[in-house]
């Protein structure tokens, strides 16, 4: 089951999120970040967060600034307000008697669960799939506008067929930003969740993160798969992972 919600995010403007209940007992309950231009209906949020659910962890997945259902202008965010709104989606979860177990992200959103983590009471684990070591590394999608964002200050960006206005603003925070200084000091297990074969954000960045990380920590390859995950299996198949690695931290919890 599939519940509707919103909850401010940290600009003010309002984030559409859905809450992806188990039909039966509860394990825990987890909060999903999506990839950098994706949104919480992507195949990937969408197919995880149900495999989840289907496993008994409830999934809170939702639109970041100005994508999907949710209100703003994506040219207004970065990845601090990310890393942010992640944490107040925990807050969210919190506030309505189903605290957070575990973060999940995907892509870009695996470098902001990470990032977030230190700021979400009771947290137990966090898992990053197919995440950057550093968030610089999505310049890579717009290296093309560079010079005129920094020049003028902002630049049309068109994104699988969407018109995003790319910002100075953005690009220095996702400079700035130190994942590293952050992952290592993680006080959660850490799952490490990789394609070998992936062409958009190679595998040396997952041996970064987990050479960073603080024990415990894990690696497995997700061998066959794409960095979007796009075929069906790929996703359900990464959610039984996460679901089987994440229990002994649940179980303890209970």
Not at 137 to 150: F, G
Not at 171 to 178: F, L, P, S, Y
Request: proline share 5%; with cysteine.
């Amino acid at each position: 089951m599939a519940e509707q919600v919103s909850f401010p995010s940290s600009t003010g403007h309002r984030l559409a999120g859905l809450l992806d209940v188990p039909d039966g007992p509860v394990r825990g309950w987890g909060v999903f970040a999506h990839g950098f231009t994706l949104g919480k209906d992507s195949p990937a949020a969408y197919r995880i967060c149900r495999g989840l659910a289907d496993e008994g962890i409830g999934m809170l997945r939702f639109d970041n600034l100005g994508l999907g259902g949710s209100e703003g202008d994506w040219g207004d965010g970065s990845f601090t307000h990310k890393v942010s709104d992640t944490v107040l989606a925990a807050q969210f979860m919190a506030a309505r008697g189903t605290p957070v177990d575990l973060l999940v992200g995907h892509s870009f959103g695996g470098a902001a669960v990470i990032a977030a983590a230190g700021q979400v009471p009771g947290l137990r684990a966090v898992v990053s799939i197919g995440a950057p070591s550093e968030p610089r590394h999505v310049e890579h999608n717009y290296d093309a506008l560079l010079e005129k964002v920094m020049a003028e200050g902002h630049a049309e960006w068109l994104v699988g067929g969407r018109a995003l206005t790319l910002k100075r603003a953005f690009i220095e925070d996702v400079r700035a930003a130190d994942l590293k200084h952050r992952i290592r000091r993680l006080t959660v297990p850490l799952l490490v969740m990789h394609s070998p074969t992936d062409s958009t954000v190679n595998v040396e960045n997952a041996s970064a993160i987990f050479k960073a990380a603080p024990h415990p920590r894990s690696f497995i390859a997700l061998e066959g798969s794409d960095h979007l995950l796009t075929a069906r299996g790929q996703a359900r198949r990464a959610a039984r992972i996460v679901s089987a690695w994440a229990d002994q931290y649940l179980t303890a919890a209970r």
